[in-house]
């Protein structure tokens, strides 16, 4: 198989890829939707397509973030959104630990646990976000 090197052709076999993959995840959908209404919440989550529907969400989110952050019109500073995101990401697992901790049947340590969880959980994007501004910024200031 020889590589295309019309631009058209590559933009058009793009096109037709982003197809194909909106019809797979659909279907995806489609098929998690059936054991959600059948099984209940637990089935449908104890389904391999569970675990493909999300680790595609998370691609595409990580892929995603790399285009918006090209297509910033101004260059960012990337430490004060660090400490902007750090701030919000803080304040959201304090607030979510407490309420767990507060909740009836909870420890404390099940709220710091969760807060712990929400914190790492939304520091590897911060950190990638911050590690493509840092990129761009660099790129910016050199030229």
């Known amino acids: 198989m020889q590589k295309i090197k019309d631009e058209r052709l590559q933009l058009k076999n793009l096109k037709n890829i982003r197809v194909v993959f909106i019809i797979q995840t659909l279907g995806i959908l489609a098929l998690l939707g059936y ?3 059948t099984k209940g919440l637990d089935g449908m989550t104890d389904n391999p ?35 902007v995101s750090l701030s919000i990401v803080g304040v959201l697992s304090v607030i979510v630990g407490m309420l767990v901790s507060f ?41």
């Open 103 to 143: 909740s009836e049947g909870q420890t404390i340590w099940n709220g710091l646990l969760i807060g712990g969880i929400i914190f790492i959980s939304f520091l590897v994007p911060v950190l990638y976000i911050y590690k493509l501004r840092k990129d761009s910024w660099d790129e910016e200031m050199s030229e």
């Open 35 to 37: 054991d959600l209404f």
């Open 49 to 83: 397509l569970w675990f493909v529907f999300m680790i595609s969400v998370i691609v595409n989110a990580y892929l995603s973030m790399s285009i918006s952050v090209d297509h910033e019109k101004a260059p960012k500073s990337p430490l004060k959104g660090l400490y």
